[in-house]
């Protein structure tokens, strides 16, 4: 069976499952499991619903405060008979693990070990209905060798289950329970053809220090669109994720969650990803996007589904993880880990238009002026045909990119890594790195 391995062969690379015996889930777990999804079958209220959620919440520690309230969203989002019509599928989808997953374990992406796990939409089906009925468990027995969301490693991208999508009414989680039910509606359409088709999660691993080094470069520049406005996913194009180390969907409405949050069919990462190191990157293909939204982060709100007629089998999320609060932004040390960690994810849509934006920018503190160029000179090394980039409304910004992506074109790289090395040997003064960029073809910001 595709995505899953044997798991009692081969214990050290694949996460077992609630029907494993194997791990959280010894004893009886199966059994009191599926017992509740076929009453849940029969009886689809809402007070049921929540009874069986909340049970499953409570077997781990530090939710049991929490499985002692009401979970305000779900009640809300499947208060409708509509949605609520939905829950005997989505509890006869989770029956399904033993005939879908016989291995009973998911295949481990591991770190330092560059791989892809595929999965067809019926076995994701499968693996986001336990995810919304929050009965997959953390694995403390793999936490002595590994380290993901499905060891219990800590990170704003989990936890393992939508609990708190469940649980919380803001803005961003209406959007992703929203989703959600968008998206179990359409798995009750879908036909056999559609349900056999392959999602993959792809380990990428640069291992040379070479290919991404800009020092000398000859490649040219990469052919960059700069826009003022417009947001990655507008147009059908290679996404680059702004990841968290810990691959995730997570609750607040980051540019990562709204992202993945509105994909429920890369979700399933967070079951058997291990956290990435600095040369590593994460490629997702096949996962259709079911809402859409406007604004962001907390101010983020639910717009209704996406209906956009893409080649879904053929979307890529490339995710990569920036410093978080990085030093010496221009210093050898930092430029290189950004470049090497930029490039390993470009290379996987080399050939292509990516887009791209502020990566790293935000929480985690990078410099916008300085992000902007480690992307251009990675993609540009990476081979990629075309680069889209997000200004999300920074006038400033967005003249200043475009003066300086005018001063390099038709240069190398090793000539932007140049200027780039000539600025921070100046006194620092009020002038950024972009304006000394362009005043290289002799002229300043441009203003529109």
Excluded at 35 to 51: C, F, I, Q, V, Y
Aim: proline share 4%; charged share 25%.
């Amino acid at each position: 069976m595709a995505g899953t391995n044997n798991y009692q062969n081969n214990r050290a690379a694949s996460v077992p499952l609630p029907h494993s015996k194997l791990g959280p889930y010894k004893g009886n777990y199966w059994g009191i499991l599926e017992k509740d999804m076929k009453l849940l079958m029969k009886e689809a209220s809402l007070t049921k619903l929540e009874e069986i959620i909340l049970k499953y919440i409570s077997r781990k520690s530090d939710l049991k405060a929490l499985s002692r309230i009401k979970l305000d969203n779900l009640r809300k989002v499947f208060s409708t008979e509509m949605n609520l019509a939905l829950v005997p599928f989505i509890a006869q989808l989770a029956l399904q693990l033993p005939a879908l997953f016989p291995s009973q374990g998911l295949e481990m992406l591991k770190r330092g070990e560059e791989k892809t796990v595929s999965l067809t939409r019926s076995q994701i089906s499968c693996l986001v209905a336990h995810m919304f009925f929050c009965t997959i468990q953390e694995n403390s027995d793999l936490a002595k060798t590994y380290r993901g969301h499905f060891t219990g490693d800590p990170a704003p991208t989990g936890p393992l289950t939508f609990v708190y999508w469940l649980k919380s009414v803001t803005g961003p989680t209406s959007i992703y329970l929203q989703s959600l039910v968008s998206y179990f509606r359409e798995v009750q359409a879908m036909t056999e053809e559609k349900l056999n088709e392959v999602v993959s999660f792809q380990r990428l691993v640069c291992n040379d220090d070479k290919v991404w080094n800009p020092k000398g470069s000859t490649v040219n520049t990469v052919d960059i669109e700069v826009h003022f406005d417009g947001r990655i996913g507008d147009k059908e194009q290679v996404e680059i994720d702004f990841a968290n180390k810990n691959v995730g969907f997570g609750t607040t409405g980051t540019q990562e969650e709204l992202m993945l949050g509105t994909s429920p069919e890369t979700c399933p990462i967070v079951l058997f990803n291990e956290v990435l190191e600095p040369h590593e990157a994460i490629a997702m293909v096949g996962a259709k996007k079911y809402g859409d939204f406007t604004g962001y982060g907390l101010r983020a709100a639910y717009a209704g589904p996406f209906n956009a007629d893409w080649d879904w089998k053929n979307r890529k999320i490339i995710a990569i993880d920036a410093i978080c609060g990085p030093r010496d932004q221009l210093g050898d040390m930092t430029m290189f880990r950004e470049l090497r960690k930029a490039w390993v994810g470009f290379k996987a849509g080399e050939g292509e238009c990516l887009s791209s934006g502020h990566w790293g920018c935000g929480a985690f503190g990078g410099d916008q002026d300085v992000k902007c160029l480690v992307q251009v000179m990675a993609a540009s090394m990476a081979g990629v045909r075309r680069l889209d980039f997000y200004s999300f409304g920074d006038q400033k910004f967005y003249n200043k990119f475009r003066a300086a992506m005018r001063a390099a074109k038709g240069r190398d790289v090793g000539w932007m890594w140049e200027k780039i090395v000539q600025f921070r040997k100046r006194v620092p003064g009020s002038m950024s790195v972009l304006d000394y960029i362009a005043a290289d073809h002799g002229q300043g910001a441009v203003k529109e």
